[in-house]
């Protein structure tokens, strides 16, 4: 029988994109690769916000899963390849990133 990976989830209740990410990050920074966020939101903007941020870090954005009220629970998979985010903003590459240098001047 083979293993089983762990999910995780976020509440992000009415947090906005910035916060909302960087909250993602650290969670993301702490699981295992191939694990699966469920991350719930309020913000109207979350969809668009999350989807960019996978492509942009090498996550992959699996969409929303269910929506209840206002709040809509989103599915994010962790990729042992992606690149880091830096820690005050989740739209710069982070140190470890070698091609950071170069996409920020």
Known sequence: ???T???????????RC???LIEL?????????GSTVYLTATDPAAPLDLAA???FTGH????PVSTTARRTTYAIKSD???RRACDASPWCPGPSD???DQRTR
């Open 25 to 33: 990050r650290r969670l993301i920074e702490r699981i295992p690769p």
């Open 5 to 15: 990976l762990d999910t995780h989830h976020l509440d992000g209740g009415e947090l």
């Open 60 to 63: 992959h954005y699996l969409g």
């Open 1 to 3: 029988m083979g293993a």
């Open 80 to 82: 042992v390849s992606a």
């Open 18 to 20: 910035v916060h909302l």
């Open 53 to 55: 941020w996978c492509h």
């Open 98 to 100: 070698p091609d950071a």
